[in-house]
């Protein structure tokens, strides 16, 4: 079983940069997919940015040239890189694997962007 760990979270002012980081307790090689996910109050949970088995990237369209996904197979680690961050930003971030059999989740982090 896949154990993800999401760190980075905070509290920033608009405009500001965060990177969040997931830990993944074993190798990622070879998964289907993994990404970000995130969940505001009162929302449903929405893809944020997703990578797939052939490195192609998927940004949601809110994210698109502000956030980037990219990841280090040696130390087993996805990374949400978040710039020009809004208050509508404001939300928890989950990390996600898809091995194509099992899909996993982290606990989140929680980021708020207020002034």
């Known amino acids: 079983q896949v154990q993800l760990a999401e760190s980075g979270g905070g509290l920033v002012q608009p405009g500001e940069s965060l ?17 970000w996910y995130r969940q505001a109050p009162g929302k449903q949970r929405e893809l944020v940015a997703r990578i797939s088995r052939d490195n192609t990237v998927r940004y949601a369209d809110f994210v698109k040239g502000r956030f980037t996904l990219f990841r280090d197979f040696v130390k087993k680690t996805v990374y949400l890189q978040m710039n020009n ?5 404001t939300a928890v971030y989950y990390c ?11 606990k989140g982090t929680l980021v708020t962007v207020s002034s």
């Open 19 to 35: 990177r969040l980081s997931c830990a993944a307790s074993e190798s990622f090689l070879g998964v289907s997919s993994m990404g």
């Open 85 to 89: 961050l809004k208050p509508e930003d």
């Open 96 to 106: 996600n694997v898809d091995t194509g059999t099992m899909n996993y989740w982290g």
